[in-house]
């Protein structure tokens, strides 16, 4: 494993683990890397090569921003922390949920997630996230979850073997809802497993 290693057609190993704010506010202290590489480098080579390679094929390479890729055990517990100024915490982290961390270990020889496949997020420069979503649906690409959180927001999309095709958005104070997404969640099912 190379960190220059190409993940799918456009994205390096590197853009995956190194791209979030706070893996740059902490890059000295974070190794951002797969520690389960075979298992890890196949679930992001999955969710390139189903979800992301395509987006990139349309919407093209200069205009896909990632926003955050993969979360190596260092960065979970960065992410974990509170910013010493604002109190507030560096990010939201549900490792068990949301198939950032891929096939990653804990000190118990347990997946991170139960649920097998990788996760990122992801915006559409000058595009609204309810277009990119629309696109997506229209394509019918494989994804297992995919998380709305508004039209100048990033998108949260993962590939898994579970082919959930699950889609969330979330209320201003960020409480999961499915009100408001029946068009997209209809467009879902229309999806075939494992396409």
């Known amino acids: 494993m190379t960190n220059d290693q190409k993940i799918g057609r456009y994205l390096t190993l590197t853009e995956f683990c190194t791209c979030s704010n706070t893996y740059r506010r902490y890059s000295d202290k974070i190794n951002p890397f797969p520690q389960n590489p075979l298992e890890t480098l196949g679930a992001l080579e999955n969710l390139s090569r189903f979800i992301i390679d395509p987006i990139i094929d349309h919407f093209g390479r200069d205009n896909f921003h990632l926003t955050y890729g993969f979360c190596s055990p260092d960065l979970k517990k960065y992410l974990a922390k509170k910013d010493p100024i604002t109190g507030e915490k560096n990010g939201r982290v549900a490792p068990n949920l949301d198939q950032h961390m891929a096939a990653e270990i804990n000190a118990k020889n347990q997946y991170y997630c139960s649920r097998p496949g990788a996760a990122c997020d992801f915006a559409i420069i000058n595009i609204p996230s309810s277009l990119v979503i629309d696109w997506i649906l229209s394509q019918k690409l494989p994804f297992d979850s995919l998380y709305f959180y508004g039209d100048n927001r990033p998108i949260h ?3 898994g073997s579970q082919h959930k095709r699950d889609i969330w958005t979330f209320t201003e104070t960020g409480v999961p809802t499915k ?9 879902a099912k229309e999806i075939p497993p494992g396409s």
């Open 157 to 159: 999309i993962s590939y």
């Open 179 to 187: 009100k408001g997404i029946a068009h997209w969640r209809e467009l």
